[in-house]
């Protein structure tokens, strides 16, 4: 709205929800995800279509809706499993995975800012995509302040599973042990910052952790061999350091190269 004020929007969603957007004035038409008559009417006049719910209804819904749109993008947190649900429709090229690099903990309308993505990465995963189809989404980031990076579904996964997927389990990890432990009172910034993506809504996490379980396995594995050998040579009396300020060195180097 605050980019482009002409731009038409129509909002697709269930009830409670639409009662929002039209109290705020958010949208030029508000429709019912149980009208599908109207909904086809809808996307089949827009130029551009996104799709922003949990993965399994993006998967379910992806095909019915290419067979309408002119164009559609996602915004799921996964993209193989839906890249191959686009593959099962007639016209796939029309399609463009994406997912956006920005938000909080806190999801709804309650939390949309006009700013949320501006500066933000935006990965798209436009193989087999339609040259045309690739510029329009290309568009929508840029008019969003986004700045748009390619990538394949199978490298969006793994590169998601360490930078966003982990992240969460481990926060997580860490508001349950200060909890289980009584020491919240020693909580500072350092903590609150440490766990500020915990406690992630589980109808949507239940999607990406099930949609992606094999990469962020894999990620933990990899941070567990490290945390083990920090953790057995602390154990250690005299406790060893090296293995723990060398952990530190690294992610210095590794903050400033971001």
Known sequence: RESTPKLKISVI???PVLDEVRARSLADQVVPTSDRALLKGVVERADLTVLACPVRVIVAELPQLL???RMLTDCGSTKREIVAAAQLATRREQFVAGHPMAGGPQGGLANARAD???GQSWLLCSEGSA???VRTVEELVATLGARA???SAEAHD????RTSHVPQILASALAVLVDDSDAAAAAGPGFRSATR???GEEAMWRDIFASNGDEVASALSALLSRLELVRDELAEQPAKLEAVLQLLSQARAARART
């Not at 793994?158 to 599973?161: D, G, I, L, P, Q």
């Open 116 to 118: 949320l993505f501006r």
């Open 67 to 69: 067979d309408w749109c």
């Open 158 to 161: 793994r590169s998601v599973a």
């Open 131 to 133: 040259l045309e189809a």
């Open 149 to 151: 990076v390619h990538m």
């Open 197 to 199: 993506p915990g406690g």
């Open 13 to 15: 969603d269930r009830g």
